[in-house]
């Protein structure tokens, strides 16, 4: 079954603590995408990598960090340092042309307290 | 700077009732426009897309829009809406150059049966 999958769909971390939320496709598309979706601000764009070992800083990157060592994943970790962490989180992926539809993940909601 | 702004923020309507949501984009170069949907518990998912052509394009479900260059708008339209089409709608834009994914504010939508 071709999808994104997201896991956990739901996360409590601790204030002050890292946390690593995992994305996996099996689309073989070259683009991933991180947003980050609260209430009345719509998906808000955390970071993006359209080929594999390069990623770029969306609009809201502060206290975000990502990699992609492989084409089918994109981690993205929550630090310490992002002030208001406690959100849903989306995952993206599409293929690499500006016109192609991009596929989401169910999500994951972040819960720090 | 490449942004998607989307007027109304929520839309109640009575069954049949026209729909016509309003999306305006700016951005430098090329750029592909898209209308996602998210239904109640659900994932996001496309309703139309733009990126060259005839301005007048078609999606699932009855939906259509409208690219007006000379207005930087992408407005989403249905002439009879459904108690079914209740969701948020969002409207997105895709650089051709770097492959940014961005997305407006969304719409929530209610139809009155």
């Known amino acids: 079954d071709g999808g994104i999958t997201q896991s956990p769909k739901y996360l409590f971390r601790k204030e002050g603590q890292n946390v690593t939320l995992s994305c996996e496709q099996n689309l073989n598309h070259d683009a991933m995408y991180w947003y980050r979706q609260d209430p009345g601000q719509g998906l808000r764009l955390i970071y993006y990598s359209q080929i594999v070992n390069d990623f770029q800083k969306g609009d809201i990157a502060e206290g975000y960090s990502v990699s992609r060592e492989k084409k089918e994943s994109f981690p993205l970790t929550v630090t310490s340092a992002q002030k208001n962490p406690t959100a849903f989180y989306l995952c993206?992926?599409?293929?690499?042309?500006?016109?192609?539809?991009?596929?989401f993940g169910q999500g994951t909601r972040l819960t720090v307290v | 700077a490449q942004s998607v702004s989307q007027h109304n923020h929520h839309v109640i309507l009575s069954e049949a009732a026209s729909l016509e949501l309003g999306c305006n984009y700016s951005y430098g170069g090329t750029v592909n426009l898209f209308w996602y949907v998210q239904y109640p518990g659900q994932h996001l998912q496309l309703l139309l897309k733009y990126f060259s052509g005839d301005p007048l394009v078609k999606g699932i479900k009855g939906f259509e829009a409208e690219f007006i260059k000379s207005k930087f708008s992408f407005n989403l339209r249905k002439p009879s809406v459904q108690w079914s089409d209740t969701a948020e709608y969002f409207c997105?834009?895709?650089?051709?150059?770097?492959?940014?994914?961005?997305f407006g504010q969304g719409t929530t939508l209610q139809v009155k049966p």
């Open positions: 997105a834009g895709r650089s051709s150059n770097t492959g940014k994914l961005i």
């Open positions: 993206a992926s599409s293929g690499i042309q500006g016109n192609t539809e991009a596929f």
